[in-house]
């Protein structure tokens, strides 16, 4: 090689300079070469899912334990909210990993008070729940819920004499009626089988109109759920 550039050495120089440039970049270039074809690879394997999910098992069954904090009033401009407690427990059943449908029955109170000038006074009304729900998961720790509430009244009560025939703080039955309720819920996996939950409530039923006391409620509600089976622990 050396002796077809004899005639001019300055070519050969040149010549020589070149080549052990190539050689350089091919060196540094390399490495990056191999480095994208592993992480090729391996976003095949994302892409196409070749692995086992490990995670896909699910409980079709769960039971939970909870209680609430409700935060309610009547749906006007002369009652103020009232902080009261409900408990209850819930049956869960999952069609999918994704997917499941709730019901259950709650223990429910719903508190406020008057701001009228005539009138100060609370009341708290208690009923038992029964929700019929769509849970969606999005992921094992998060769902996000939404269905219907029958409530059934079992007492409505005044701090002060609201049925004057009997000289009672409990109103008359035809006063408040059963109802339903619609509902907004999401649902988070804090700790282990403990979760923590934020809903939305509001019912509405037509009553007199000329009535201080009606049937049109809505409520903000915090609850801490307790899982009687482990949901993270795959079934035997």
């Known amino acids: 090689m050396k002796a077809l550039f004899s005639s001019n050495p300055f070519n050969y120089t040149i010549f020589k300079l070149m080549y052990l440039s190539r050689i350089k970049w091919f060196c540094l270039l390399f490495p990056f070469f191999l480095s994208g074809l592993a992480q090729g690879d391996a976003n095949l394997l994302l892409q196409y899912n070749k692995g086992p999910d490990l995670d896909a098992f699910y409980r079709k069954w769960n039971f939970d334990l909870h209680s609430h904090m409700v935060y309610g009033n009547m749906r006007g401009n002369y009652t103020n909210r009232k902080i009261s407690f409900s408990s209850g427990t819930y049956i869960q059943y999952k069609f999918s990993k994704t997917f499941a449908l709730n019901s259950g029955l709650d223990y429910f109170k719903l508190s406020y008070q008057y701001s009228l000038w005539k009138n100060q006074s609370y009341d708290q009304l208690t009923y038992l729940s029964f929700p019929l729900s769509l849970r969606v998961f999005p992921s094992r720790k998060l769902h996000f819920e939404t269905g219907l509430f029958y409530n059934l009244i079992l007492r409505a009560q005044n701090t002060e ?13 035809e006063v408040f009626k059963n109802n339903f309720a619609w509902f907004f819920a999401t649902q988070y996996n804090v700790w282990k089988r403990f979760d923590v939950s ?33 949901p993270k622990k795959k079934p035997m």
Request: aromatic content about 18%.
């Open 198 to 230: 934020l809903q939305y409530r509001f019912f509405k039923r037509a009553t007199d109109p000329l009535s201080d006391q009606k049937n049109n409620f809505d409520a903000f509600v915090l609850g801490v759920h307790f899982f009687v089976l482990n």
């Open 161 to 173: 004499i609201v049925d004057l025939k009997n000289r009672s703080n409990e109103y008359p039955q």
